[in-house]
């Protein structure tokens, strides 16, 4: 253990590893919602099961990297089959129905993932370029995380591209602002609610595999993902790309300290921040969201 | 905008066959005790009763009000905390002012904790459930000291059960504290009754079918939503009394997530916006789940299989299967 320094260099790194796991989560989910107005109360397990995934295609024989691709391709596969069995015939339905359906479908998922991998957690084997540490300002920080961090900028990035550039990104953003003139331009919109919700799933999955390296697996680590994005986009405002990146930040540096320094009652906390902001404050802390 | 919940009212108010059917039901569950003796029966039924009267206290808020709250069981779980401790730390013998404790400090948690919620839309009333339900889960389990954490409270004391002074049996006999727990959910369910069949239970449901238009006829929406939360939660502490002197015991999974789910399946399973379908419901579901649990550890996977086709193919539960059938005779 080092210093002062070295320990503020760790708390910092780790806060945006951190938050950019809650971020790209959280992101997943807004974009469900923005967009088909589906609130997935599955998201957790969703990521869950990305992490296993990722898990299984690395004990297979898989190189870490190979698996990043793949495990989310995997979610996105489960997604889309979600959407198509169970989630599509709920748009018509209240929306207390659809949040009671997909909250079964957690415990479901949940379910499945502990008769398949045990409840024992799981840890995943890294590649040995990977698996040394750096030293930054007298740390030694592990490598991995670092590359962890490029990877989520990378997956931020270009999902910011494929919205602000891309025709079907353009198309999904208007969408998601007036549904009706969409539809009335001829683009089908079954269609974009089946490609909103599987992009949101394969966000899940690759936090999920991102994750997996991170902290140990176990089932109930979707649980905890799913309450950490819901305070992260309540507090950044549903909806809002922009307040999703600051509240995560906030998140991921909450929890981060909270683990250096007292841990009981760090979530005690958080759920207090969420129910002070969506009482006072229901636009998120920028007021760009939207709660109906 | 949101679509509403709309629940179609079979109820034709009181007839001469329902009390007739109501008195049987209760008179033949008064009588179980005295012809079967095994405890296992007893205790099977007694929980039956207060799952019963929790789900029942659910449906108040979500068939009748329009609003989902994902782990009400949290209410049943600080009034069994509160009566246990006031039996063990303050007085052993005093059932009712227990009970009265219990069901005070509950509604005293439950009215800021409601204040807050009815702030706010139907979507995010239902994340606050769920934030502010892990929130009295992680305090109840970390907070060793006071509620013995993963251990539960244990060593609850059975206080006499007595009326007016007069002594009528020991809350820690089985079959006395079945016919103590009958007589308690049976008076709550004709009070709750009678509370949704006034006029104030009709301007519950006009909150239900359309907010808007209930709020344009000068409704205090917020208001009568917070009565609504109170009322449920108040119901939610009976049970937890209730649950606390037949079992003597409490863990914090009781008030876990997983077992509010449950507790939102016996409301589905019985049918929404019936008061007395949950109970039914609820009825249902203590069965299966003793009889699944011991057959298997994965019991998750089929209660989330079981919401997820409720949901899909019998959004009215088993009394909405009654009607169905009934138009199917018609035709």
Same mark, same amino acid.
């Given at each position: ?106 415990? =479901?998922?949940?379910? +499945? /993932? ?8 799981? &840890?995943?084997?890294?590649? !040995? @370029? ?115 990146? =600051?509240?995560?930040? +906030? /998140? ?8 250096? &320094?007292?841990?009981?009652? !760090? @979530? ?25 | ?331």
């Amino acid at each position: 253990m080092g210093g002062a320094l070295s320990t503020s260099v760790d708390i910092t790194l780790n806060s945006l590893v951190l938050g950019g796991v809650f971020l790209i989560v959280a992101t997943g989910l807004n974009i469900i919602y923005g967009l088909s107005r589906v609130m997935n109360l599955a998201h957790g397990s969703l990521y869950a099961i990305g992490a296993y995934a990722g898990y299984t295609l690395t004990t297979i024989g898989f190189n870490y990297f190979a698996a990043i691709v793949i495990a989310p391709v995997l979610v996105a596969a489960v997604g889309l089959l979600l959407e198509r069995t169970i989630i599509s015939p709920m748009r018509k339905r209240s929306m207390v129905y659809t949040l009671i359906l997909t909250y079964g479908l957690m415990f =479901f998922l949940d379910g +499945l /993932i502990k008769q398949s991998w045990g409840n024992e957690p799981r &840890f995943v084997e890294l590649p !040995a @370029m990977i698996k040394s540490t750096i030293p930054i300002l007298g740390s030694h920080y592990p490598v991995f995380r670092l590359v962890t961090l490029f990877i989520i900028a990378g997956v931020m990035t270009g999902l910011m591209l494929f919205l602000n550039k891309t025709k079907i990104g353009i198309i999904l953003r208007a969408a998601s602002t007036i549904p009706e003139m969409v539809s009335c331009l001829g683009i089908n919109m079954k269609h974009v609610h089946i490609g909103a919700f599987v992009l949101g799933c394969a966000l899940a999955g690759i936090a999920g595999t991102i994750a997996g390296p991170l902290t140990t697996i176990d089932p109930l680590m979707g649980h905890e993902m799913l309450i950490s994005s819901f305070v992260v986009i309540v507090i950044g405002g549903l909806g809002s790309l922009r307040g999703a990146v =600051f509240a995560a930040l +906030l /998140i991921g540096a909450v929890q981060t300290l909270a683990e250096f &320094f007292i841990t009981d009652l !760090a @979530m005690v906390i958080v759920y207090m921040l969420m129910a002070v902001i969506l009482a006072f404050m229901p636009r998120g802390l920028l007021g760009e969201g939207r709660f109906e | 905008m949101d679509k509403h919940l709309t629940i179609p009212d079979n109820d034709k108010g009181i007839t001469a066959y329902k009390i007739a059917a109501i008195t049987v039901l209760i008179a033949g569950l008064a009588l179980f005790p005295f012809v079967i003796t095994n405890r296992f029966y007893i205790s099977l039924i007694n929980e039956m009763l207060i799952y019963g009267l929790l789900a029942m206290s659910l449906d108040v808020l979500l068939g009748y009000t329009g609003l989902l709250s994902f782990m009400h069981n949290a209410y049943l779980g600080i009034s069994a905390y509160v009566v246990g401790l006031f039996l063990i730390h303050i007085s052993p013998s005093s059932l009712w002012l227990a009970l009265v404790a219990g069901v005070i400090f509950t509604s005293v948690v439950a009215l800021p904790v409601g204040w807050v919620q009815v702030r706010t839309g139907g979507l995010a009333f239902a994340l606050l459930t769920l934030a502010f339900g892990m929130m009295f889960h992680t305090i109840v389990w970390k907070w060793y000291g006071l509620t013995g954490g993963d251990d539960g409270l244990m060593g609850v004391p059975n206080p006499a059960i007595t009326i007016f002074g007069w002594k009528i049996g020991d809350s820690g006999d089985p079959a006395t504290m079945y016919l103590f727990t009958l007589v308690i959910v049976a008076l709550c369910y004709l009070l709750t009754r009678r509370i949704i069949r006034s006029p104030f239970g009709a301007v519950l449901e006009a909150i239900r079918e359309n907010e808007e238009r209930a709020a344009f006829i000068g409704i205090n929406v917020r208001m009568y939503k917070l009565f609504g939360w109170m009322l449920a939660c108040m119901l939610a502490g009976v049970a937890g009394a209730l649950f606390i002197l037949y079992k003597g015991y409490i863990g914090p999974t009781t008030m876990s997530a997983f077992a509010g789910a449950g507790v939102l399946m016996m409301v589905l399973l019985g049918g929404l916006g019936t008061l007395w379908g949950p109970l039914v419901g609820a009825a249902i579901f203590i069965y299966i789940q003793d009889y699944i649990s011991t057959m298997t550890e994965h019991w998750e996977i089929y209660l989330g299989m079981v919401v997820v086709l409720l949901v899909l193919f019998l959004p009215t539960g088993f009394v909405g299967l009654g009607s169905y059938f009934k138009r199917l005779g018609k035709e």
